[in-house]
């Protein structure tokens, strides 16, 4: 019984402070399980791969057909976006 309990504390509590985690049930944290407040789908990957599903990034996940696009901010998406993006030689000169 004292495994649930430590179990249960520990995923009731994100990691950090990222804005992401006010969209999402922690499920499981050991193997980085969140599921979506909107659409209810288990995802594998933690908050990183929320925020895929969540701005509608294709390719790792399916997005999220629930969520509406004022509910997610332009900071998610650029969260997301930004690695994903190929930097060219003009952003590496300019520190971006």
């Not at 922690?26 to 209810?40: A, E, L, P």
């Not at 594998?44 to 057909?65: F, N, T």
């Not at 998610?76 to 976006?81: A, C, G, I, N, Y």
Request: hydrophobic content about 35%; glycine content about 10%.
């Amino acid at each position: 019984m004292a495994a649930e309990g430590g179990a249960s504390q520990s995923s009731s509590n994100p990691p950090n402070a990222d804005l992401a985690w006010a969209h999402c049930t922690i499920v499981d944290m050991g193997r980085r399980k969140v599921q979506c407040k909107y659409c209810n789908r288990v995802l594998s990957g933690g908050v990183w791969r929320l925020k895929q599903h969540l701005a509608g990034i294709k390719g790792e996940v399916a997005p999220c057909l629930r969520v509406s696009s004022e509910k997610i901010s332009v900071e998610h998406r650029k969260q997301v976006e930004g690695p994903l993006r190929k930097r060219t030689i003009a952003d590496v000169l300019a520190g971006t």
